[in-house]
């Protein structure tokens, strides 16, 4: 009877060692990113900034002033542009017009092919609003800051701020786009 038990000691013993290392090597893979996180539903979470964002400006805005989006800020690399800098306004414009607000997503289309987002000739006015921000990252998310803007005397009539998980996706939408540019010598 104390050898079986003995045995199932050991046995218990060397299970747990090796979960443990197992777990210590999931830990140290998970931390690395190697598995895709869950999936952040971008698209539902800007959308829900929209409508933050214009609960706060609603009293500001008429349902016939322009609003143009502009794309986000990298606070780490200022002057670059990267498809998450365009994506996020995007789908918060594209909120905002589903809310019945006229919205210019001429500077921040990701995708030109795609008919409904083109301006027309009735965005071509002035822009009364600006819809802008920054995002910064960290270790483990992506902090966007949102602000609704009065075109005409820089009141800021709406802010948001939310961080979304830093996933392998994320990151790659906010790498800097690569441009060219051709220095002219004198």
Same mark, same amino acid.
């Given at each position: ?42 698209? %539902?979470? =800007? +959308? ?10 609603? *009293?500001? /805005? ?50 030109? %092919?795609? =008919? +409904? ?10 822009? *009364?609003? /600006? ?56």
């Amino acid at each position: 009877m104390q050898q079986r038990t003995k045995a199932k000691i050991t046995t218990l013993c060397a299970a747990l060692l090796l979960t443990s290392g197992c777990t210590a090597a999931f830990l140290d893979i998970a931390r690395h990113d190697i598995f895709v996180k869950d999936d952040v539903r971008l698209i %539902e979470r =800007n +959308y829900a900034a929209a409508d933050y964002l214009i609960q706060q400006a609603g *009293g500001y /805005i008429g349902k016939y002033a322009v609003i143009r989006a502009e794309p986000l800020a990298d606070i780490n690399q200022p002057g670059m542009e990267s498809t998450f800098g365009k994506l996020l306004p995007e789908h918060v414009g594209v909120r905002l017009s589903q809310l019945g607000y006229q919205v210019d997503l001429e500077n921040v289309i990701v995708s030109p %092919e795609v =008919n +409904y987002l083109k301006p027309g000739e009735d965005y071509k006015r002035k822009a *009364g609003f /600006i819809l802008s921000g920054s995002y910064r990252r960290d270790q483990t998310d992506m902090n966007i800051s949102l602000r609704l803007i009065d075109a005409k005397n820089k009141q800021v009539v709406g802010v948001y701020d939310y961080r979304l998980p830093l996933t392998r996706e994320i990151n790659e939408l906010a790498r800097p786009i690569p441009q060219i540019m051709r220095i002219e010598q004198p």
